[in-house]
């Protein structure tokens, strides 16, 4: 089938829903797409090819995240729709540190949720700094139950610093939507409308030098590797030099050469951070890079082992640990898409309680590329007990 190339015309923004399991993330996204399929600027995506297409298992870890595209009057956004199990948050947590902007979607019929608030902290901690809020199912709500609802999330958004008081709040039922409900399809096209204006446009840093954590490998036979994930900051192009980082010890980086370059199925010719896009890359044996790595401009970044950080430990009422943390304190390390192992130490403090905030010294298990001001989770035993921010690199 030929390819037609894709063509920027409008600003592209990533976004993503969240919120608790059972609330309507994947129903409210397959209405968004069925409601800008009938304006002409998508393609409408059914509930069960969202809820299906996600899973894959790629080296143990599963990939848990739907990507859809669709455009509004003024805007081309890509849309993940994360599962709200708390088992995903490593998934949501390395798909929100992406988006320009999330919808929280909360049930009117169930308020606010642990996950819920467990994803509006994540968001805090990796920087998604616009919240748009979609109360779900308010075609089986009441009216009065649904306004303290509404309250509620303004309060919750408002006590992780996104001042829920002039937070967008929309009413919605995915499912009435879905079925072409007119009453309810406005509702969508109100809640994109709000998306559009309250989510701002980001500062793409397209100047700055290349970077893209590495979210899935794959060869194409007869064309070699390719890496796919969504550009950080910069801008690549076909024929372009890039580092590969992060690999195994011995081999620290490989540089290569970008020999094709694609989003969504479609060839382009030059990307941009915020971009969804699938590098080929010369000569790349497939077995030199995996998930967690960095596709970077040679030279723009250096892999480090050692970093202080402001940490978050989430309370027992997050879902986060019940005991007290001390140093020699050895978890998971979320950094990007990367799954590293790290020893904190906690210096003068000595001793972080669930529900501090403290300043730590780490030394990871392998070489990551950091950089002051890049949020990472921390993880125990499947879940997740801590949420970070990198402070300074120490060499
Ligand atoms: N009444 C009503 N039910 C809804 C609405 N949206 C979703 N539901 C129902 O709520 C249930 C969960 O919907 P999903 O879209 O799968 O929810 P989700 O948040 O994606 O769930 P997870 O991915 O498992 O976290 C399904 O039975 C839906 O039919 C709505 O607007 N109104
Ligand atoms: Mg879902």
Redesign the pocket.
Same mark, same amino acid.
């Given at each position: 089938m030929p390819k037609t190339a894709y063509v920027r015309t409008k600003p592209h923004l990533n976004i993503g829903?969240m919120?608790?399991?059972?609330?309507?993330?994947?129903?409210?996204?397959?209405?968004i797409t069925k409601v800008l399929s009938e304006r002409g600027t998508g393609t409408f995506v059914p509930?069960d090819r969202?809820?299906r297409a996600p899973e894959e298992a790629l080296r143990g870890i599963t990939i848990n995240i739907a990507h859809v595209e669709y455009e509004t009057d003024t805007r081309h956004y890509a849309h993940v729709?994360?599962?709200?199990?708390a088992d995903?948050v490593k998934n949501m947590v390395t798909g929100a540190a992406q988006l320009d902007g999330a919808i929280l979607?909360v &049930?009117a %019929?169930d308020g606010i949720m642990p996950?819920t608030a467990e994803h509006v902290l994540l968001a805090r901690q990796v920087g998604v700094d616009h919240i748009v809020v979609a109360l779900?199912?308010?075609?089986?709500?009441d009216e009065e139950l649904t306004d303290l609802v509404e309250l509620e999330v303004r309060d919750l958004l408002s006590a992780h610093g996104y001042g829920g008081d002039a937070v967008p709040v929309v009413r919605? &039922?995915? %499912?009435?939507?879905?079925e072409g409900d007119p009453r309810?399809t406005a509702a969508i096209e109100a809640l994109l409308d709000a998306v559009d204006t309250y989510v701002p446009i980001p500062e793409r840093y397209a100047d700055a030098p290349f970077l893209m954590p590495v979210e899935n490998v794959l060869t194409i036979t007869g064309r070699g590797t390719v890496v796919t994930g969504a550009v950080e900051r910069g801008t690549i192009r076909v024929g372009d030099r890039v580092e590969v980082l992060g690999a195994t010890v011995t081999l620290k980086a490989v540089e290569t050469v970008v020999t094709g370059l694609e989003t969504f199925g479609k060839p382009m010719e030059s990307a941009e951070a915020g971009d969804n896009v699938a590098l080929l890359l010369r000569g790349m044996p497939r077995e030199a890079v995996r998930r967690g790595h960095v596709v970077a401009a040679p030279g723009s970044t250096t892999p480090t082992r050692r970093f202080t950080a402001q940490v978050y430990v989430l309370s027992a009422r997050e879902g986060g640990r019940t005991t007290p943390v001390t140093s020699g304190y050895r978890p998971q390390f979320y950094i990007r898409t990367a799954d590293v192992v790290g020893d904190i130490d906690l210096g003068e403090t000595a001793v972080a309680r669930p529900g501090d905030t403290v300043t730590v010294t780490v030394e990871l298990g392998r070489e990551v590329p950091l950089e002051v001001g890049l949020g990472f989770a921390i993880r125990e035993g499947g879940r997740t007990v801590g949420a970070g921010t990198v402070a300074s690199i120490v060499a």
């Open positions: 829903t919120g608790h399991v059972d609330h309507g993330k994947t129903t409210l996204t397959a209405a509930f969202i809820d729709d994360m599962p709200g199990h995903y979607v &049930s %019929l996950q779900n199912k308010a075609d089986a709500g919605v &039922s995915g %499912l009435r939507a879905l309810w």
